[in-house]
């Protein structure tokens, strides 16, 4: 009797650990924009009234590195990018405490009168970790230890640093590791994510890069990849980067911001009065403009989806809701928040972070996702802030929610809170 008792105690801790393992990794947030690269979680349980001054916060990470890498979670694991001294470094935190687990080399420092050191996020594929830093290094590392396993720079694929740095967050998808070198040689190019070695570029679509992130699509039986540059937003083929279709953008100065696709049809943005437009690619890969106008003109901080309604910063506007369907403005609001960006949606809740010029610190505000309007759930502000951080620079990390946590960061200072609800 007591051997069954024994037994079952045993079996049933094993289905706990089991359990409490897939429920942390449905909630991993293993790449730019979540797992989808779409800004919406499908994680539950979260806090949905902040405390007055905001959430606990858990612990702080102050020698994170500079610049402006964003989060990757999984497994336990915070994965981001920073410089330290006159090197880019991939570093790994424990995610429940802050504290270092390792830092790999990723190449010399990118600098930048806005801010030195990387700007990307990494991507967490299974037991590999892939980043690129801001001269354009791609590597591919062991995610338990941080072993260098290859490297690949995009000037290797014919690529040129930009004005602010090669600022992307690599896609993984399938056999494939994906990035936008941009030049003659290709835009896109397509990588074997074990080797490093090419598979190959999209010889028909060659701009310059700009600092957007490629997103991955099945549309017309096709599995596509979108990106956005300066001149174009375009369609190539998954398998052999064959361009499938691409319509003209007017881009100024810098167009930042991830494409977004649903219904058929690409929506993207960017600013310097660009604004935004809506593409149908109907059959055939045939495109053809729903509408373009200014209601929204994002310049970096995110845009993301939420049922038929846009949410992002507009510039000159404020905060604006959108119909993504018709691109008309539902509700803009100037007053309540500054310019900043949107992080992650989680159970119909918008994280938005504002910028700072280091006057004053950033506020954290938590809203709903509605069309009705901005309504707060709370708010607090981002302390101690950086001392690190240049004339020019603002807080441009996007927040990441995972796992009941919220991440922050301001240069070196990475932060997390406790957002779920007890």
């Excluded at 970790?129 to 260098?148: E, I």
């Excluded at 495109?287 to 989806?305: F, Q, T, W």
């Excluded at 910028?355 to 607090?380: D, T, Y």
């Amino acid at each position: 009797m007591k051997k069954t008792i024994t037994r079952f105690v045993a079996v049933s801790s094993l289905l706990a650990l089991s359990f409490a393992f897939r429920e942390a990794a449905a909630n991993d947030w293993p790449q730019w924009r979540g797992p989808d690269r779409t800004d919406i979680s499908k994680e539950t349980g979260v806090l949905k009234q902040w405390p007055e001054g905001g959430p606990k916060q858990v612990w702080l990470n102050k020698d994170g590195g500079l610049g402006y890498g964003g989060f990757s979670i999984v497994g336990g694991k915070l994965f981001t990018m920073g410089a330290r001294g006159e090197t880019e470094f991939l570093i790994a935190l424990d995610a429940n405490t802050g504290n270092q687990l390792w830092c790999a080399e990723i190449g010399e420092l990118y600098k930048n009168n806005w801010g030195d050191g990387p700007r990307g996020t990494p991507t967490v594929d299974g037991d590999r970790v892939y980043a690129m830093g801001g001269q354009g290094t791609l590597v591919c590392c062991d995610a338990a230890g941080g072993k260098l396993i290859w490297k690949k720079t995009m000037q290797e694929l014919g690529g040129k640093v930009a004005q602010w740095g090669y600022t992307e967050s690599p896609l993984v998808d399938g056999k494939l590791v994906v990035c936008t070198p941009g030049g003659s040689q290709g835009a896109i190019a397509a990588l074997d994510k074990m080797t490093g070695a090419v598979v190959w570029q999209s010889k028909e679509f060659t701009d310059p890069a700009q600092y957007s992130s490629i997103i991955a699509i099945n549309h017309n039986g096709t599995r596509q990849y979108i990106q956005l540059t300066m001149q174009s937003v375009a369609g190539v083929a998954a398998a052999d980067g064959k361009l499938l279709w691409r319509s003209e953008w007017p881009g100024k100065v810098a167009v930042i911001p991830t494409p977004i696709f649903h219904d058929g049809c690409v929506y993207v943005t960017s600013g310097y009065k660009a604004g935004c437009k809506l593409i149908k690619v109907a059959a055939g890969n045939q495109v053809s403009d729903v509408y373009a106008n200014s209601e929204m003109a994002n310049h970096h901080g995110g845009v993301v989806l939420v049922g038929d309604h846009l949410y992002g910063y507009s510039d000159g506007a404020g905060w604006v809701c959108q119909e993504f369907k018709t691109g008309k403005q539902i509700w803009v609001e100037k007053q309540a928040l500054g310019k900043g960006s949107v992080g992650c949606c989680t159970e119909g809740l918008l994280y938005c972070l504002e910028e700072s010029n280091g006057k004053k610190p950033a506020s954290v505000v938590l809203i709903e996702a509605s069309p009705k309007g901005w309504k707060e759930h709370g708010r607090f502000t981002l302390e101690p802030q950086t001392t690190q951080r240049k004339k020019s620079g603002r807080i441009w990390t996007h927040p990441v929610v995972a796992n009941g946590r919220l991440y922050l960061r301001d240069q070196e200072l990475i932060f997390c809170f406790d957002v779920k609800a007890k």
